[in-house]
């Protein structure tokens, strides 16, 4: 058992680096919560692999910085979406 979550915070790592990911996108691909991502991302793969680590914490640490801009987005697309949805 311990092998198979090991070997799955690796490949979630990877992942985020080889796609600029962020955490929900990258629960979504593999199937599991968001929690699950983050705790085998900030526990597991500091233990296993550093330099991985790092990669993703970059990665982790711009997609943070980013959220608010996303956010924003998002809603100016719903309410966007609704206003067409209202003059068909």
Not at 29 to 42: A, Q, R, W, Y
Not at 59 to 78: F, P, V, W, Y
Request: glycine share 8%.
């Amino acid at each position: 058992m311990k092998g198979i979550l090991e070997e799955r915070a690796v490949r979630l790592g990877e992942y985020i680096i080889e796609h600029k990911s962020t955490v929900r996108d990258t629960a979504a691909v593999f199937g599991i919560s968001k929690s699950t991502v983050h705790k085998d991302l900030t526990t597991l793969l500091p233990g296993l692999n550093a330099g991985l680590y790092r990669e993703v914490r970059a990665i982790l640490d711009l997609n943070k910085e980013e959220r608010h801009l996303r956010g924003g987005e998002a809603t100016k697309q719903k309410y966007a979406c609704l206003k067409r949805l209202k003059h068909q």
